[in-house]
């Protein structure tokens, strides 16, 4: 009963521990984007010469910050962030460009894109697991604006929920790499929108799929993290994700026997070096800090308090966080276009239960 209850709570946040003056330098890397169709990076499959259009023709809600599934989370980083500070100067703005966006004629043709023959693996697992991050922000936020955008936003969540679920039963084995197709992390951020959806066909489904894919890992192969682009970690994201259907002892367990070089004193990870950030495949260490810090703070979460690891963890964390949100200055766009997600995500602590 322990178990199932822990499955099926819908999730509490914790409070964001950022200030406006950071909030602010976030909301403007994402101000800058949205709308700014070019430079533009499409997964785009043609079935036809009609099909050669420009991308805010193609996905007119989602069609800037280089590429789509930036656009999503760099409308999610806007949403969570007005929420977030309601009275800050940015926050008219926000509004003004979710409104331009989450209309219903551009949502409506993004359905019709998603729909389209082959686009089957359209943004999946990544980019759908982010527009699900979307949909429950705009569902958690009570403004009138909010629900408008969330009411708009429905056929296409529930869109992109049903893709998931008839993919998940069909795939055979965890995807277990540092970009965008792992499927750790986008599992976790789409079991937080079930919770907050109540979707308990999906929590299910997740839950098992979790459970067969994961639960008898052992000894992840850290040593061999990260490589040259990655900004995710695989292991550290499996740890998150299975903090997420366990209790605390059960988790502790679990994760002894998964990342047993965790030392009880000590240093442990080191955040990553980047060399060039005009690169926009090398700047993904940065995005990989980040996602580490956030990630060990999950990790953190789901450990008993007394646990001997967590200071090891707590203070691996905090050296990832400073690194990672040094980095993020939007002085290349080749990073400006994404990481101010990420740090928002981090510093509002919206996966990390309190």
Known sequence: MRLLALLFALPAFAEPTVDEATATRFANLALACVHKEYPNKLAHVLNTPADAKTPAKLTPAFYGCYDWHSAVHGHWLLA???RTFPDAPFAAKAKK???QSLSAKNLAAEVAYFGAPGRVSFERPYGLAWLLQLAAELREWKSPEAQRWSKNLEPLERAAAERLKAWLPKLSRPIRVGEHDQTAFAFGLVLDWARAANDTAMIELLTQRVEVFYAADKA??????????????????EADLMRRVRTKEQFATWLREFLPSIPEKGPWLSPEVVTDRSDPKLAHLDGLNLSRAWMLDGIVSGLPEKDARRPTLEATASSHRAAGLEAVTGEHYEGGHWLGSFATYLVTQRGTPR
């Not at 992840?220 to 994201?237: H, I, N, R, T, V």
């Open 97 to 99: 460009a979710l409104e």
């Open 220 to 237: 992840c192969p850290l040593a061999y993290e990260p490589g040259g682009q990655d900004f995710l970690s695989p292991c550290l994201a």
């Open 80 to 82: 969570r962030l007005a």
